[in-house]
Structure formats: structure tokens, C-alpha cells
């Protein structure tokens, strides 16, 4: 039968919908969390980052927000695009000790 | 077009070959690093180099080598590898270490072993 981790959680919005992407992270003393793009063939692309002492940070078009209390973080991407379609990864950095989650495929329908 | 280039971009090798990836970056970071990365997978850490000395190494076979002959060159030497040593292998590079930052990553070289 199939193992837990061979297929990646996935994600399907429609194009100008908004996205939302769950991370839950594993250590409380973590502080400082990334996320990532990963289009197909490419390497991780960084997209926004956050540190422990926020809880919510802007860029263009997305926003992280951190929530210490339940070890979760979410990106939050608006008006979401056909070319927004790739494998997200969170991850948290804890004593130099940086961990990927295990990612999150989004589509976007036309 | 990524800041790190990495090359081969793919690498078909038998077990008892020896080959290397090389990885370069011209962005003045002092700090790069290793990931291998399963299809499905999260990129997982293999080495670090923070001004040029190995700083972790996440006990990694031997049959992997790293190399940092400068700042801007990453070398990964490969001998006797496995069929499971196949994967996608990824370099990286921030401003230093620790890594409170975003590490830049190239696209990587897919490794095959036959």
C-alpha cells in the first residue's frame, strides 16, 4: 500500500481567487520561518519571510502570518495567478537548525 | 535566471564512477550549502560552509565529499553511490551563518545512478 508523505498535500483555487497555505511547525523555540516556491524543475525561491517577534508581515501580493500559540504559520497569497501554480514550502529555523515542512502543491485553474 | 548556477544539470553515473557538481555563486555570501531533495519531498540539509570551512555536516555518507576551494565555489565529490543516492541535489547560499536569512537556492543537478 502507499506510505503517509508520498503524495503532497495539494491545493486547487480558481485564478483571481485568494490562497491560503497551512504550515504547522514542530518546535516552539523556533524563530525565524521562510517560506518557498518550488516551480516544477526549479529550485525553492524565496518568497517572504518572518520572525518570532511578529505575527504577521506584508509583501506583494502575499502575507505570512505566525501564530506562536498553535505553532502555525499560513501564507496568504491574493488574486491568485496561473504562474502562483508550484510546490510552497515552509520552514523554521530553530538553534541554525533550518527544517522544510513537507510542502503544499498549488494549482490554479483558469 | 537564478544568482546560483549549479552544473551538470543532469547526471546519469554508474556506482563505481566518480563525478562532482559544482556550484557557484557571485553574490559575495560566505555561507553555502548541500540539499538533496526526494520527488515529493522537502529539500533536506546535507552540509554547510560558512567562510569557506565546513561547519555541519548531517551525517552524511562518506561516499559524499564536499569541497569549498573559495567564497564563491561549491563542489560536492561523488564515488561509489547507491541507486536510493538518486535525487535531485540542491546548493544554496545566504549572506553567513546562521541562517536568519534567506538562502538562495540553484536549480539544482538531478542526479541518476544506474
Known amino acids: 500500500g502507499e506510505s503517509v508523505g508520498l503524495h503532497l498535500p495539494t491545493l486547487s483555487v480558481q485564478e483571481g481567487d485568494n490562497s491560503i497555505i497551512n504550515c504547522a511547525y514542530s518546535n516552539s523555540a523556533s524563530d525565524y520561518f521562510i517560506w518557498y516556491k518550488q516551480e516544477s524543475g526549479k529550485g525553492p525561491q524565496f518568497i517572504i519571510d518572518?520572525?518570532?517577534?511578529?505575527d504577521k508581515r506584508q509583501g506583494q501580493r502575499v502575507t505570512v502570518l505566525l501564530n506562536k500559540t498553535v505553532k502555525h504559520l499560513s501564507l496568504q497569497i491574493a488574486a491568485t495567478q496561473p504562474g502562483d501554480s508550484a510546490v510552497y514550502f515552509c520552514a523554521e529555523n530553530n538553534n541554525n537548525d533550518m527544517r522544510f515542512g513537507a510542502g503544499t502543491r498549488l494549482t490554479v485553474k483558469p | 535566471d537564478t544568482e546560483v548556477t549549479q552544473t551538470p544539470k543532469h547526471l546519469v553515473m554508474g556506482m563505481t564512477n566518480k563525478k562532482s557538481l559544482k556550484c557557484e555563486q557571485h553574490m559575495g555570501h560566505r555561507a553555502m550549502y548541500w540539499y538533496k531533495q526526494k520527488a515529493k519531498k522537502p529539500p533536506e540539509l546535507m552540509f554547510v560552509?560558512?567562510?569557506?570551512?565546513?561547519?555541519i555536516n548531517e551525517s552524511v555518507p562518506s561516499r559524499f565529499s564536499p569541497e569549498c576551494p573559495n567564497s564563491s565555489l561549491l563542489n560536492l565529490h561523488l564515488h561509489a553511490l547507491q541507486p536510493e543516492d538518486s535525487a535531485l541535489y540542491l546548493c544554496a547560499s545566504s549572506q553567513d551563518y546562521p541562517v536568519n536569512q534567506p538562502q538562495h537556492f540553484g536549480d539544482g543537478t538531478r542526479l541518476s545512478i544506474l
Open positions: 518572518i520572525r518570532s517577534n511578529m
Open positions: 560552509y560558512s567562510y569557506e570551512k565546513l561547519s
